[in-house]
């Protein structure tokens, strides 16, 4: 069998059955005249590199791509998946926590705890990440396959054929401006934390001592009815928090708006966290005594240096905050 025979059949076998004779046919013809009257070895192989690589020309007859994902769908692709990802693997991660403190009976230790979040975490953040990455995938092979349009010019976001119109949306953001999906999920994630110890505390905060079973937990911090009370404004803060990363994430950069947003927040939260610590009632008078007794002061004297120290520390950490996100709004 001659070059040329071999290279059809190279192409054919790529493609369904029922084409393969009237494409053979039209290669033959298309080959012949590309050669000249008289030519030799060489003369077919200039003509079958020109033709180039069976499986690219094949690709060119089939009404359905070989790859699975082409030029005209990835970049669209790419950047659903970039947004995806992080939205998913916080929901997933807050909802673990939950799941995983509602069934919580109290019994074990701080660190195992900590261990079994984090482990868990990061286990359940692979499995939404494979999940989103397939789900996705699949979706776009099926709209590549659907597609009837031959051209394969990338679309952009707008998934219409890209025009120097669209330059006129590209918005240039300064690196130190820019808010990273990395800075939002630590956001959530320390928002699922907090409000994880908030409705867990007489489970999770207080005095643990060391046996040979490890550490034990034998005295809560706070009293959990007082932590209650507060409940419906506490899940407002939770939403608001919420709410702002996924501003922030949807923005991509700190803006005027951006950080209007982030001084209500702030605001807001630093002055229920004030109401809520400044409650009387609110630590277990057990653990104070406990705590004066292991300080050397008066019960009195550590609940002023309690209070006073963490009220201190949410009024500086919400002064810096608030001033760094208009610092980083303001950057050209």
């Known amino acids: 069998m001659n070059l040329t025979e071999i290279y059809i059949q190279e192409v054919t076998r790529r493609l369904p059955e029922k084409n393969r004779e009237d494409i053979a046919l039209e290669l033959r013809s298309t080959i012949g005249d590309m050669l000249p009257d008289d030519y030799n070895e060489d003369d077919v192989k200039d003509v079958l590199e020109k033709l180039g690589n069976p499986a690219a020309l094949a690709s060119g007859y089939r009404d359905q791509p070989m790859h699975l994902i ?3 769908y990835f970049d669209v692709y790419i950047s659903l998946l970039k947004m995806i990802i992080p939205i998913a693997a916080v929901v997933a991660v807050i909802s673990m926590i939950a799941e995983y403190f509602i069934g919580f009976g109290g019994e074990e230790a701080i660190l195992n705890v900590v261990i079994t979040i984090i482990s868990e975490g990061i286990w359940r953040i692979i499995e939404v990440g494979i999940n989103v990455f397939f789900w996705l995938t699949l979706v776009f092979a099926i709209i590549e396959r659907t597609d009837k ?22 918005i240039y953001i300064p690196k130190k401006k820019a808010i990273t999906k990395l800075e939002v999920f630590g956001y959530l994630m320390w928002t699922a934390i907090w409000a994880t110890f908030y409705f867990y505390a007489n489970h999770l905060l207080g005095v643990y001592e060391g ?99 963490v009220i201190i520390i949410f009024v500086v950490y919400a002064a810096i905050s608030i001033f760094d996100g208009f610092r980083k709004a303001r950057i050209r």
């Open 70 to 72: 082409g030029p005209r």
């Open 211 to 309: 046996g040979g079973d490890g550490l034990r937990f034998v005295m809560p911090a706070f009293n959990q009815d007082v932590l209650l009370r507060y409940w419906p404004i506490v899940l407002v803060v939770i939403a608001l928090e919420i709410g702002l990363g996924l501003y922030k994430l949807l923005k991509g950069q700190w803006t005027k708006k951006v950080a209007i947003f982030h001084t209500i927040v702030e605001l807001f939260a630093t002055v229920v966290s004030i109401v809520i610590v400044s409650n009387p009632n609110l630590m277990n008078q057990e653990f104070i005594m406990y705590m004066s007794h292991l300080f050397s002061t008066s019960t009195k004297q550590f609940e002023i240096w309690i209070v006073g120290g």
């Open 149 to 170: 349009g031959k051209e394969q010019y990338p679309l952009s976001a707008s998934l219409k054929k890209w025009t120097p119109e669209d330059l006129k949306t590209v």
